[in-house]
C-alpha cells in the first residue's frame, strides 16, 4: 500500500490492526513434510499456502476469481507428490482402455461395448497387487446427479433407476477409501470389475480406482490414467477428466484413426487449451489402425491430412513436432498377437485376429513367419519406448518444470487480481479522508464503471455490492461526525 496520512488516529490504529491481523495469517501454516522432495517445490509450496490463506480474507475474496483458486489449488496438489501422471483422455469408446491394456500387457480394464470408465482409474507400480476405491461425498455426488438432470441425460437417469441407485446411495456414499489386496491377475481384474462396471450399481458412487500391479514396467511415482471420456452425457464426470488434463504431465488424446472430423478435431484443440498450449506434453494417438481398411495404405492418406490440422497454432504449432507425438496404434491387434497361442477357431478372438490380418493381405497360418512385422506394426513397443524415454526417465525435472511453470502462470494471475484489489484500497483510504462530494462521486463512479462491464458479471455484482457497502459505511460515520459538531 502506498503511504497515507491519517487525518484521525481510530482509522489509523484501524488500518496498522488489520494489517497485524494479515501478517499473523501467514504464520504457523503447519507441516509441509509432504513437500519436502525438492527445495524448490517446498519454497513454492509454502508461499502459495500463505497468499491462498491471504486471498481467503472477506476483503480480498470477492477479488478472487474461481480460475485463480483452481489453479493454486492444482499447483499446491502437484507441489505434494512426487508423481508424474500420464493421463489416457478422449471421447467415450475411443479406444483408451483397450491401449492401457496394451501398454500394461494384460486385459486389467474391461473393453466391452458399454462405456465402462465412469471414474479416474489410476494404474502404478505396487509392492502388492490391490485396488484403492475412493467414493463420492454426499455432496459431490448430489452436484453430479444435479450435472445429469440439467444435460437431460435420459440414458443415464434411466439406467441408474433400472439398478435401484438410490436403494444403494446411503450405503456407499462418503465412505472413504477401501483397499483390497488380490492374490492374483484374475482377481485383480475381478476387483477392478466389480467397481467399474456399468452393470452394477455401486460404480455410480466410485470416485476413483486406484490399481496396484507389481509387474508395473514404468518407474516409481509414475501413474497411468484411465479418464471418463470428454463426451460423457454427465457434464460433471467430463469436466473431471479437463481438470485433470491441467494436471496431467503427459497427455495422451486418444482419437479413432479411421477419420479426423470435426469432433475429433474439438477434442485434441480442448486438450491443447487445458495443457496451456504447452504442446510437448501432448501425444496424439490415432487408436483402432486395425479397423481400417487397408490399415497399412489408409493411414498414410490418414497422417498427411492430420498433419495438416497438427501442426498449426491451435495445436503443435510446429510440422516437426505433430510428426513426432502423432502415433498411430493398433492395441487390440497386439492384445490378439499376446494371446495368440491360446486361441482356437472356437474363440470368437481367433475371428478376429483372421479378419484384421486378411485386411493387411496376411494369411493366419503366416502369423508365426510375420510375428515380428505384425507386432511392430501395432506400436505398442514403439510408444511404450517414447513413454520410457521422454516421459518416465525424466520424471523429476518433468514434475519441476511443471510446477514452476505453474507457479509463474499463478503469480501472474495473482499479480494482476493484486493489482486491481491494491488499487481500490488505496481509493477507499484516500476517499475516507475526504468529505462527502468525494464519497459520493467514488460511489458512482464504481457504479457506473462495474455496471458497463460484460465479463464475469457475477464476480463484478459482488465487487460492487462490496464497494457500496464500504462507501455506505464511511459516509454514515462521516455523517455522524458532522451532526455531533452540531453542523446541519
Not at 496451456?276 to 487408436?287: F, G, L, S
Request: net charge negative; hydrophobic share 35%; with cysteine.
Amino acid at each position: 500500500m502506498g503511504n497515507f496520512t491519517f487525518k484521525e488516529k481510530k482509522l489509523k490504529d484501524a488500518y496498522e490492526a488489520r494489517l497485524a491481523q494479515l501478517r499473523k495469517l501467514t504464520e504457523n501454516l503447519g507441516d509441509d513434510e509432504i513437500y519436502r522432495w525438492d527445495e524448490t517445490v517446498r519454497k513454492h509450496a509454502a508461499t502459495m499456502k500463505r497468499v491462498c490463506r491471504l486471498l481467503e480474507e472477506e476483503e480480498v475474496s470477492g477479488y478472487v476469481t474461481s480460475r485463480i483458486k483452481k489453479n493454486m489449488e492444482t499447483l499446491l496438489k502437484r507441489c505434494a507428490s512426487a508423481e508424474l501422471h500420464i493421463a489416457l483422455v478422449g471421447a467415450i469408446k475411443a479406444g483408451k482402455s483397450t491401449l492401457i491394456n496394451a501398454l500394461l500387457g494384460y486385459e486389467y480394464a474391461s473393453t466391452r461395448v458399454t462405456p465402462e470408465t465412469a471414474a479416474l482409474t489410476k494404474f502404478r507400480r505396487g509392492k502388492e497387487n490391490y485396488v484403492k476405491v475412493q467414493f463420492y461425498t454426499n455432496e459431490e455426488w448430489d452436484n453430479l446427479y444435479k450435472s445429469a438432470v440439467d444435460s437431460k441425460a435420459s440414458v443415464f437417469l434411466e439406467e441408474y433407476k433400472q439398478l435401484q441407485g438410490d436403494s444403494n446411495r446411503d450405503q456407499w456414499l462418503s465412505r472413504g477409501e477401501e483397499i483390497f489386496i488380490c492374490d492374483s491377475r484374475e482377481a485383480l481384474v475381478e476387483e477392478i470389475s466389480r467397481w467399474t462396471s456399468s452393470k452394477s450399481a455401486v460404480h455410480y458412487f466410485v470416485k476413483e480406482v486406484e490399481v496396484g500391479l507389481t509387474t508395473f514396467e514404468l518407474p516409481e511415482g509414475v501413474v497411468l490414467v484411465d479418464t471418463p471420456g470428454l463426451d460423457d452425457v454427465v457434464e460433471y464426470r467430463s469436466n473431471i477428466t479437463r481438470d485433470y488434463i491441467d494436471r496431467a504431465n503427459a497427455v495422451l488424446v486418444c482419437v479413432k484413426s479411421d477419420a479426423l472430423t470435426g469432433p475429433e478435431m474439438a477434442t485434441i484443440y480442448s486438450v491443447f487449451a487445458n495443457t496451456r498450449y504447452n504442446p510437448e506434453k501432448v501425444y496424439i494417438i490415432a487408436t483402432q489402425l486395425d479397423t481400417l481398411n487397408r490399415p497399412r495404405e489408409n493411414w498414410e492418406e490418414q497422417q498427411r491430412e492430420w498433419l495438416k490440422y497438427l501442426k498449426g497454432r491451435g495445436a503443435y504449432n510446429s510440422l516437426e513436432l505433430a510428426k513426432k507425438n502423432l502415433i498411430p496404434v493398433s492395441a487390440y491387434l497386439y492384445t490378439l498377437l499376446q494371446s495368440y497361442g491360446n486361441l482356437d477357431d472356437e474363440d470368437d478372438r481367433y475371428w478376429d485376429l483372421d479378419s484384421i490380418l486378411r485386411k493387411m493381405r496376411i494369411r493366419i497360418e503366416d502369423i508365426d513367419r510375420r510375428y515380428g512385422e505384425l507386432k511392430e506394426f501395432t506400436n505398442i513397443g514403439l510408444l511404450n519406448s517414447k513413454l520410457y524415454s521422454e516421459v518416465a526417465v525424466h520424471h523429476k525435472e518433468i514434475l519441476i518444470k511443471d510446477i514452476e511453470n505453474s507457479y509463474e502462470c499463478c503469480r501472474e494471475e495473482i499479480r494482476e487480481a493484486m493489482g486491481k484489489i491494491r488499487k481500490s484500497q488505496e481509493e477507499f483510504i484516500e476517499a475516507s479522508m475526504g468529505g462527502m462530494d468525494e464519497i459520493r462521486r467514488k460511489q458512482e463512479e464504481y457504479a457506473t464503471k462495474y455496471q458497463q462491464a460484460a465479463a464475469d458479471k457475477k464476480e463484478l455484482q459482488t465487487l460492487l455490492k462490496r464497494l457500496q457497502n464500504v462507501m455506505q459505511k464511511r459516509a454514515n460515520e462521516l455523517e455522524q461526525r458532522i451532526m455531533s459538531l452540531g453542523v446541519k
